[in-house]
Protein backbone atom coordinates (compact mmCIF):
# COMPACT_ATOMS: atom_id res chain seq x y z
CA UNK A 1 0.00 0.00 0.00
CA UNK A 2 1.03 3.64 -1.17
CA UNK A 3 0.93 6.20 1.84
CA UNK A 4 0.92 9.89 1.62
CA UNK A 5 0.33 13.21 3.30
CA UNK A 6 -3.58 12.30 4.15
CA UNK A 7 -4.59 9.69 6.30
CA UNK A 8 -5.44 6.65 5.16
CA UNK A 9 -6.88 3.52 7.04
CA UNK A 10 -4.78 0.37 7.23
CA UNK A 11 -7.64 -1.97 6.64
CA UNK A 12 -11.70 -1.81 7.42
CA UNK A 13 -13.46 -1.94 10.47
CA UNK A 14 -12.53 -4.68 12.45
CA UNK A 15 -16.03 -7.35 12.92
CA UNK A 16 -13.77 -9.16 15.69
CA UNK A 17 -10.56 -8.75 17.51
CA UNK A 18 -7.93 -9.32 15.36
CA UNK A 19 -3.39 -9.07 15.22
CA UNK A 20 -2.28 -6.55 12.65
CA UNK A 21 1.54 -6.42 11.90
CA UNK A 22 2.18 -3.15 9.82
CA UNK A 23 5.95 -2.76 8.04
CA UNK A 24 7.52 0.77 7.33
CA UNK A 25 8.71 -0.27 3.68
CA UNK A 26 11.08 2.79 3.46
CA UNK A 27 14.53 3.42 3.90
CA UNK A 28 14.63 7.11 4.01
CA UNK A 29 10.85 8.22 5.92
CA UNK A 30 9.02 7.44 9.24
CA UNK A 31 5.47 6.00 9.08
CA UNK A 32 3.00 7.22 11.79
CA UNK A 33 0.38 5.52 12.84
CA UNK A 34 -2.41 6.66 14.65
CA UNK A 35 -6.64 6.94 14.78
CA UNK A 36 -8.55 9.05 11.85
CA UNK A 37 -6.98 12.40 13.43
CA UNK A 38 -3.55 11.23 13.04
CA UNK A 39 -0.76 13.35 11.82
CA UNK A 40 2.91 13.21 11.82
CA UNK A 41 2.99 15.63 15.40
CA UNK A 42 0.73 13.18 17.11
CA UNK A 43 0.85 9.61 14.99
CA UNK A 44 2.99 6.84 16.73
CA UNK A 45 6.44 6.94 14.94
CA UNK A 46 7.43 3.29 13.11
CA UNK A 47 10.97 3.63 11.82
CA UNK A 48 12.69 3.16 8.37
CA UNK A 49 12.14 -0.76 7.49
CA UNK A 50 11.17 -1.20 10.86
CA UNK A 51 7.62 -3.82 11.74
CA UNK A 52 5.11 -2.72 14.29
CA UNK A 53 2.49 -5.11 15.94
CA UNK A 54 -1.19 -4.31 17.58
CA UNK A 55 -3.87 -6.53 19.25
CA UNK A 56 -7.13 -4.34 17.59
CA UNK A 57 -10.51 -4.75 19.43
CA UNK A 58 -13.56 -4.89 17.67
CA UNK A 59 -14.89 -2.51 16.15
CA UNK A 60 -11.62 -0.54 15.74
CA UNK A 61 -9.58 0.79 13.05
CA UNK A 62 -5.99 2.46 12.82
CA UNK A 63 -4.63 5.00 10.16
CA UNK A 64 -1.43 5.72 9.07
CA UNK A 65 0.20 8.96 7.52
CA UNK A 66 3.68 9.75 5.90
CA UNK A 67 5.30 13.22 5.63
CA UNK A 68 5.84 12.77 2.14
CA UNK A 69 4.14 10.93 -0.43
CA UNK A 70 4.71 7.81 -2.88
CA UNK A 71 5.78 5.84 0.76
CA UNK A 72 5.47 1.97 0.42
CA UNK A 73 3.69 0.27 3.26
CA UNK A 74 3.09 -3.73 4.03
CA UNK A 75 0.14 -4.74 6.38
CA UNK A 76 -0.91 -8.58 7.09
CA UNK A 77 -3.88 -8.51 9.52
CA UNK A 78 -4.69 -12.50 11.36
CA UNK A 79 -8.00 -12.66 12.66
CA UNK A 80 -8.33 -14.13 16.33
Known amino acids: QTVGTVAVAIDGVTAGPCHIHIRNNDSTKTLYIGNSNVTTANGLPTDKLATIDFDVPAGEQFYMI ?8 SWLRIVQ
Open 66 to 73: SSDTGHSV
